[in-house]
T-cell receptor, first 116, second 115 residues
Framework: DSGVTQTPKHLITATGQRVTLRCSPR?????VYWYQQSLDQGLQFLIQ???????AKGNILERFSAQQFPDLHSELNLSSLELGDSALYFC???????????????FGEGSWLTVV | AQSVTQLDSHVSVSEGTPVLLRCNYS??????LFWYVQHPNKGLQLLLK??????LVKGINGFEAEFKKSETSFHLTKPSAHMSDAAEYFC?????????????FGKGTKLSVKP
């Protein structure tokens, strides 16, 4: 158990809908990262927050957004869903910003999103 | 820009035989390198990491990896495979001072272990 908690574990929704994925980082970790794992794209970095502020942005679509709250949990919002958004979404956390050498990032078990 | 290439998409071994999962990286800076494992329907678990200390890194469950700068490689090995090692393995690079994504994943190697 990595200590990173993600909910829901599975989600099925229709095209055009909006969903919210939730992540609680490990106790004491200030950084939260979101990754998408799909069959065709592999594991891709979406976005990182550090202590409530956006720190780095990867291949995140404009239809997707995220935020990190004062209690450090994070939410990933996916809107206007398309079939191609079906994927496993991972949340990860680390104690620091991620820019320090050797920084270890711990992953949750993921949220499976199926868009039908 | 940094990148990771896992040379085999699928490796099959017999239980009790050695495991070799190959990884080459490209990095403009001094990299940190990791191996993560993903068991079916599970999250990503850190196996080991290299951060410029000893070039031979020991991880969990008997796995180890050797950083070879001259070959830009970070291959994962285990002397004797166990059935529970069947999973997908990801080689990952993180550039010190990098500003995007922090972790760049390889496409993964699926390890099968035959009885």
């Amino acid at each position: 158990d990595s200590g990173v908690t993600q909910t829901p574990k599975h989600l099925i929704t229709a095209t055009g809908q909006r969903v919210t994925l939730r992540c609680s980082p490990r106790s004491g970790d200030l950084s939260v990262y979101w990754y998408q794992q799909s069959l065709d794209q592999g594991l891709q970095f979406l976005i990182q927050y550090y202590n409530g502020e956006e720190r780095a942005k990867g291949n995140i679509l404009e239809r997707f957004s995220a935020q990190q709250f004062p209690d450090l949990h994070s939410e990933l919002n996916l809107s206007s869903l398309e079939l191609g958004d079906s994927a496993l979404y991972f949340c990860a956390s680390s104690p620091s910003t991620g820019f320090q050498k050797g920084n270890t990032i711990y992953f949750g078990e993921g949220s499976w999103l199926t868009v039908v | 820009a940094q990148s990771v290439t896992q040379l085999d998409s699928h490796v099959s071994v017999s239980e009790g035989t050695p495991v070799l999962l190959r990884c080459n990286y490209s990095s403009s800076y001094s990299p940190s390198l990791f191996w993560y494992v993903q068991h079916p329907n599970k999250g990503l678990q850190l196996l080991l990491k290299y951060t410029s200390a000893a070039t031979l890194v020991k991880g969990i469950n008997g796995f180890e990896a050797e950083f070879k700068k001259s070959e830009t490689s970070f291959h994962l090995t285990k002397p004797s495979a166990h059935m529970s090692d069947a999973a997908e393995y990801f080689c990952v690079v993180s550039e010190y001072g990098g500003s995007q994504g922090n972790l760049i994943f390889g496409k993964g190697t699926k390890l099968s272990v035959k009885p």
